[in-house]
């Protein structure tokens, strides 16, 4: 039931004559009516502006909105619709968007105003919902009839008609469309025409020259870019085409979008091999190196395992597992890359991160050596937050010295002091461990701690590694979210994430839906994150990218709601559980209504 302080504000609301009178009843009582307006401030001021005004149109005619939930629902969900709109006027008006990112949008429309189904919202921008719904479907319909040349021309066209001052609004991107839609339809035919004759050149080739030939000649016809093929070298380009003759089927390509989709992906991988990251910059020495110390022995290790599954209680395979250990919880490792050296080996990359504590630190100093034979420190480079530092440092048969001080600068918390650089002998097998001597930071006396990083293991639905006793153990679970199946993310999620967000009734109203339905992860369920469910749902080119993140059993869900969505993925362990077992439950960011299923 409303408090009375709901009930006034919402009569205000009830009584407002304009939407900008309505726009401040609802900016200053936003608090009153537990409204979230994070998706609305993300909108543009127009899109604001528009918000507002729907809201003041789908206000009931007789008694205005009944209670502070349906106000709350449809003004939420008009968010969700007129973000919606507005991205696809926004790309109607981009000369540099892709071709297809137009039907992309409206595709994106019509599968939000769907799923404002039940809202209490039946008008948007001035027209029905069901209107665009109408006007969109046809557009998609259409586009998706023809050959990639064909929809290439088609979006071309329609982009030709963007008036010089652009489009106002959706309502007027359909207008537009309408009255040219028969125009745009017959040049996409004809493009089709042409890149069928050219696709048959194509598929006739019966060596890799004449098809290499065949493709520059046709490309125009294909509708296919050639512009990232031209960025590479002559070996690259024959590595394409070559790739791409391989691929081509018995009875050649089907179609010009069966052609164009490995030819991009080629391409693509070819480029993507060109990226060199450049190496650290030197560092001066500054400062006096401290003494060198003799490293420090590791201490006895103790097991430690578990079992990974997803919502449905399904063994996962697939997931990375890693372990960050240290005898202090004042010094960590924290894995950040590696790249395969020249004879087989590897250099792998962490980030030294320490806990400064509540004192700030003006000067630090250690002495890492690494543990092993087969393993040993290659370089460190320190944080950007040591640049202002007086520092100095050297490496001398694997063993960093090290030593840094400030005189006008300190920091506190949690501050990354630098990257450490291992270099990992091919036969090495095994965690990588490394001593830290010497080590003290700001007023702490210096002292020997002990750091292990068990690199990733891929489970096979359960793990066993060895931790330390007496340590402090983080366990980090990763897995890959890409190529995911088409329905494991879908308008549904969207529609459930958005009924969560708006306090609707619903089967996912628990600590894992709430949880997937959080999917910008800001710690709370809001029409926003409706919105970007439903982007990655139909495979937007910006869309958020679906991630997996693991829940340890043992952690305490109970506070977890659509206001609340904190939680740490993985499990930091301490001495008095470090032998036992700790399972996992593994929760897909957007998968809502847990569709996703496991083949």
């Known amino acids: 039931m409303d408090s009375p302080e709901q009930q006034e504000v919402l009569a205000r609301i009830n009584a407002s004559l304009s939407s900008t009178v309505l726009r401040d009843i609802v900016l200053a009582g936003a608090s009153t009516l537990g409204l979230s307006l994070g998706g609305y401030e993300a909108l543009s001021e127009a899109a604001r502006a528009a918000v507002m005004r729907d809201a003041l149109a789908n206000r009931p005619a007789v008694g205005g909105y009944p209670d ?3 106000f709350n ?27 297809s990112a137009l039907i992309d949008e409206v595709e994106g429309v019509v599968l939000t105003l769907k799923g404002l189904s039940g809202t209490g919202v039946g008008s948007l921008a001035g027209q029905p919902v069901s209107s665009l719904v109408i006007y969109g479907e046809a557009l998609i319909s259409l586009y998706a009839g023809f050959d990639h040349p064909g929809q290439q021309a088609f979006v071309t066209f329609l982009a030709s008609l963007r008036p010089a001052s652009g489009y106002a609004s959706f309502g007027q991107v359909m207008t537009v469309v309408q009255a040219n839609v028969y125009t745009a339809y017959t040049v ?20 890799l020259e004449t098809f290499d030939l065949a493709l520059r000649d046709s490309a125009e016809s294909l509708a296919i870019d050639l512009s990232g093929l031209t960025q590479l070298d002559a070996t690259g380009q024959a590595a394409v085409i070559g790739a791409l003759w391989a691929q081509r089927p018995a009875g050649g390509f089907a179609t010009v979008s069966a052609l164009n989709t490995p030819f991009e992906s080629a ?9 060199v990251v450049p190496p650290p910059p030197p560092q001066e020495p500054v400062v006096q190196l401290p003494e060198p110390l003799s490293p420090s022995e590791p201490p006895p290790s103790a ?9 449905k209680g399904v063994a996962l395979t697939g997931v990375e597992l890693s372990a960050s250990v240290t005898t202090d919880a004042s010094l960590r490792l924290e894995w950040v890359g590696e790249r395969v050296a020249e004879d087989g080996g590897r250099v792998i990359e962490f980030a030294l991160v320490a806990n400064v504590g509540a004192e700030p630190a003006d000067a630090v100093q250690f002495q890492i050596a690494a543990v092993g034979q087969t ?46 650089s291992l270099r990992v002998d091919a036969a090495h097998d095994g965690a990588l461990g490394v001593s830290v001597d010497g080590y003290s930071l700001g007023a702490n006396a210096a002292r020997s701690l002990f750091l292990q990083y068990d690199e990733a293991v891929t489970l096979s639905g359960a793990y066993q590694l060895t931790g330390l006793e007496g340590a402090l153990i983080d366990l980090s679970l990763t897995a890959s979210a890409a190529n995911l199946p088409r329905g494991a993310i879908t308008a549904q999620d969207a529609l459930e994430a958005l009924r969560l967000a708006v306090r609707l009734p619903s089967d996912y109203a628990n600590p894992f839906g709430y ?4 999917f910008n992860q800001d710690g709370r369920v809001t029409s926003q994150d409706a ?15 679906p991630k997996w993140v693991f829940l340890s059993d043992d952690a305490d869900l109970s506070a977890i709601s659509s206001r609340n969505t904190g939680y740490k993925s993985g499990l930091t362990l301490d001495s008095l559980s470090a032998s036992a077992s700790h399972n996992f439950t593994a929760v897909l960011l957007g998968d809502v209504n847990d569709s996703l299923v496991f083949v």
């Open 68 to 70: 502070v939930a349906a």
């Open 531 to 545: 919105l970007e469910i439903l982007k990655a749902a139909v495979r937007m080119p910006d869309a958020i990218q």
């Open 267 to 275: 391409v693509q991988t070819a480029l993507d091999s060109l990226v």
């Open 375 to 420: 393993v040993r420190v290659a370089a460190f480079s320190p944080a950007p937050a040591l640049a202002g530092w007086l520092q100095v440092q050297s490496i001398d048969d694997g063993v960093l010295r090290y030593a840094a001080a400030t005189y006008d600068t300190e920091f506190a918390g949690a501050q990354r002091l630098g990257t450490l």
């Open 188 to 207: 996409g035919k004809q493009a089709d025409t042409a890149g069928k004759a050219a696709l048959t050149n194509v598929n006739a080739a019966t060596a």
């Open 515 to 518: 949880i997937a339905a959080d």
């Open 73 to 99: 629902r449809a003004f939420e969900s008009i968010v969700v619709g007129e973000a919606a709109l507005f991205r696809a006027v926004a790309v109607a008006n981009d000369p540099g968007a892709a071709s």
């Open 303 to 311: 097991p430690v395992g578990g079992e990974v599954a997803s919502r």
